[in-house]
């Protein structure tokens, strides 16, 4: 249900500065900025050591904006979580389970619904849906896109249903295209959806920023190293996929080490906090900055080295966090706030939405952020949330999965596959060490319940809980609650 604004920027205290109350635009125009593969803590201003004095623009958004400190995406995939984004539905809902699934055109999103309230639309940037396809999709006036994964340097796009070839780093030319739709469209509410393809690999950076970093001592997380003690405790998956290419060992099918890879991406983000300062200011010379509402945020998180892996697709708390910002002066103030609640890719369309006064359809499982960006802490929020991964044939290499993420806990279970369940205490245990499950593992004689081969009393309680609440979660939003943990007859959970 989306209530009004201005319901929700009344009343009580809530986080960090009194609640933000203002008289607001009746329809401020949005920007949303979408990154690929950001994760969460790679911003100066959230203390990454490399990037103290590297990312002002970020960092203005986190000091003067509103930042979501415990932000998640339901599915750590490119195309999935993409369309959570748009539709403010889980992966079971909308059906994008891999990277080039398309997002059938019956669902509703939030782009379609601003353009049929009198919104110009326009989208710049990464689509990856729908296979090799860049067509122009439903709900936008304006198209720049590209085929796939696209280029970094001199990409092919899709303008408007011509192919043109650019000169140029796709990042520098997404934004220039941007910036010219808001001069062009100032006088009149519009979404502007910048979809960038950075920093995806292989990294390739800005040339001036080429050089950055060098000599520099590259952090390596206490889980990267090869440890049998963690390998007893964790899924035999794991272990054989640190060897691939989504792996320390196997690193992106490349010969350069991991150093070299890590000091590429910290580049390449600086092209991207480039990109927001130049957003910034187009909507500040455009006198918009004060009633535009700007949300930064990435598709997924990425890995560097936790538990032996590089990339996302799992669910460990590095590949599922991302990076949630929000800033209009009009809507939240300009004192900056922290909120600790729990926010989704879901929310993304309902919080949009809400901010433009249009209705979000019953259907959207998300809700809007605007209450607890303005300083509201709404008593029945959530407190958990699904995780979905479907198994690619592309990259074998992560199994499906599906878990349940709490305040305290991660439950992880792998549908399909003889192995052992995950269960970590984030309080006790925020690296995901110590697998409190490791004894159930799945075998050929396993019968019945894994829940059944725990041997501590206290754990099997707390896994029977979780997986009541998982069943829940699923049954609510039209999924399948078998999935929270019961064997099939073949010793194999049933997806």
């Given at each position: 249900?989306?209530l009004?604004?201005?319901?929700?920027?009344?009343g009580?205290?809530?986080?960090?500065p009194?609640p933000f109350?203002?008289?607001q635009?009746?329809?401020?125009?949005?920007?949303?900025?979408?990154?690929?593969?950001?994760?969460?803590?790679?911003?100066?201003a959230?203390?990454?050591?490399?990037?103290?004095?590297?990312?002002?623009?970020l960092?203005?958004l986190v000091h003067?904006?509103?930042h979501?400190?415990?932000?998640?995406?339901?599915?750590?995939?490119?195309?999935?979580?993409?369309?959570?984004i748009?539709?403010?539905l889980?992966?079971?809902?909308h059906?994008?389970?891999?990277?080039?699934?398309?997002?059938?055109?019956?669902?509703?999103?939030?782009?379609?619904?601003?353009?049929?309230?009198?919104?110009r639309?326009?989208?710049?940037?990464?689509?990856?849906?729908?296979g090799?396809?860049?067509?122009?999709?439903p709900?936008f006036?304006?198209?720049?896109?590209?085929?796939?994964?696209?280029?970094?340097?001199?990409?092919?796009v899709?303008?408007?249903g011509e192919?043109?070839?650019?000169?140029?780093?796709?990042?520098?030319?997404?934004?220039?295209?941007?910036?010219?739709?808001?001069?062009?469209?100032?006088?009149r509410?519009?979404?502007?959806?910048?979809?960038?393809k950075?920093v995806?690999?292989?990294f390739?950076?800005?040339?001036?920023?080429?050089?950055?970093?060098?000599?520099?001592a590259?952090?390596?997380?206490?889980t990267?190293?090869?440890?049998?003690?963690?390998?007893?405790?964790?899924?035999?998956?794991?272990?054989r996929?640190?060897?691939?290419?989504?792996?320390v060992?196997?690193m992106?099918?490349?010969?350069?080490p991991?150093e070299?890879?890590?000091?590429?991406y910290?580049?390449?983000?600086?092209?991207?906090?480039?990109?927001?300062?130049?957003?910034?200011?187009?909507?500040?010379?455009?006198?918009l900055?004060?009633?535009?509402?700007?949300?930064?945020?990435?598709?997924?998180?990425?890995?560097?080295?936790e538990?032996?892996?590089?990339?996302?697709?799992?669910?460990?708390?590095?590949?599922?966090?991302?990076?949630?910002?929000?800033?209009?002066?009009?809507l939240?103030?300009?004192?900056?706030?922290?909120?600790?609640?729990?926010a989704?890719?879901l929310?993304?369309?309902p919080?949009?939405?809400?901010?433009?006064?249009v209705?979000?359809?019953?259907?959207?499982?998300g809700r809007?952020l605007?209450?607890?960006?303005?300083?509201?802490?709404p008593?029945?929020?959530?407190?958990?949330?699904?995780?979905?991964?479907?198994?690619?044939?592309?990259?074998?290499?992560t199994?499906?999965?599906?878990?349940?993420?709490?305040?305290?806990?991660?439950?992880?279970?792998?549908?399909g596959?003889?192995?052992?369940?995950e269960?970590?205490?984030?309080?006790?245990?925020?690296?995901?060490v110590?697998?409190?499950?490791?004894?159930?593992?799945?075998?050929?004689?396993?019968?019945?319940?894994?829940?059944?081969?725990?041997?501590d009393?206290?754990?099997?309680?707390?896994?029977?809980?979780?997986?009541?609440?998982?069943?829940?979660l699923l049954?609510?939003?039209?999924?399948d609650?078998?999935?929270?943990?019961?064997?099939?007859?073949?010793?194999k959970?049933a997806?």
């Amino acid at each position: 249900m989306t209530l009004s604004r201005r319901s929700l920027l009344a009343g009580a205290a809530g986080l960090g500065p009194a609640p933000f109350v203002r008289t607001q635009p009746a329809r401020p125009s949005i920007v949303l900025i979408v990154t690929d593969d950001h994760r969460y803590n790679f911003i100066g201003a959230l203390g990454h050591p490399w990037l103290a004095a590297h990312t002002p623009h970020l960092d203005r958004l986190v000091h003067r904006g509103v930042h979501f400190r415990n932000a998640f995406v339901t599915s750590s995939l490119c195309s999935p979580s993409r369309a959570t984004i748009l539709t403010g539905l889980y992966m079971h809902a909308h059906r994008v389970e891999v990277n080039f699934s398309a997002l059938d055109a019956k669902f509703e999103t939030f782009p379609k619904l601003l353009q049929r309230n009198g919104y110009r639309t326009g989208f710049f940037g990464k689509w990856h849906m729908g296979g090799a396809s860049d067509a122009p999709q439903p709900g936008f006036d304006h198209w720049l896109s590209f085929r796939g994964q696209g280029e970094y340097q001199d990409p092919e796009v899709n303008l408007n249903g011509e192919r043109r070839r650019l000169k140029g780093n796709m990042t520098g030319l997404l934004t220039e295209a941007a910036v010219r739709f808001i001069r062009e469209n100032a006088r009149r509410p519009f979404l502007l959806y910048l979809s960038h393809k950075a920093v995806h690999a292989p990294f390739q950076p800005l040339e001036r920023h080429a050089r950055l970093f060098e000599g520099l001592a590259v952090p390596r997380p206490a889980t990267m190293a090869y440890k049998e003690e963690f390998y007893r405790q964790w899924p035999e998956w794991v272990h054989r996929r640190r060897f691939t290419r989504h792996g320390v060992d196997g690193m992106l099918a490349s010969d350069e080490p991991f150093e070299v890879h890590y000091r590429r991406y910290c580049q390449c983000l600086l092209g991207i906090d480039d990109s927001v300062g130049e957003l910034l200011a187009a909507l500040e010379e455009s006198r918009l900055l004060e009633d535009t509402l700007v949300l930064y945020m990435s598709d997924n998180g990425y890995m560097w080295g936790e538990h032996g892996l590089v990339d996302k697709r799992a669910m460990y708390e590095a590949s599922i966090r991302v990076p949630l910002l929000a800033h209009c002066p009009a809507l939240f103030g300009t004192s900056g706030r922290a909120v600790e609640q729990m926010a989704l890719n879901l929310d993304i369309a309902p919080t949009i939405l809400d901010a433009a006064g249009v209705a979000a359809p019953p259907a959207m499982q998300g809700r809007s952020l605007v209450p607890l960006a303005a300083g509201r802490r709404p008593e029945d929020w959530r407190t958990e949330f699904l995780y979905e991964y479907a198994w690619e044939q592309d990259f074998p290499y992560t199994p499906n999965i599906i878990g349940l993420r709490t305040e305290t806990h991660s439950l992880m279970h792998y549908p399909g596959i003889w192995d052992i369940p995950e269960l970590y205490d984030l309080r006790a245990d925020p690296d995901q060490v110590r697998n409190l499950v490791a004894e159930a593992r799945i075998g050929a004689r396993m019968r019945g319940r894994y829940v059944n081969h725990i041997r501590d009393p206290e754990t099997r309680r707390l896994v029977e809980t979780l997986q009541e609440r998982m069943a829940r979660l699923l049954a609510a939003t039209g999924g399948d609650p078998r999935l929270a943990g019961q064997l099939t007859e073949d010793h194999k959970y049933a997806y």
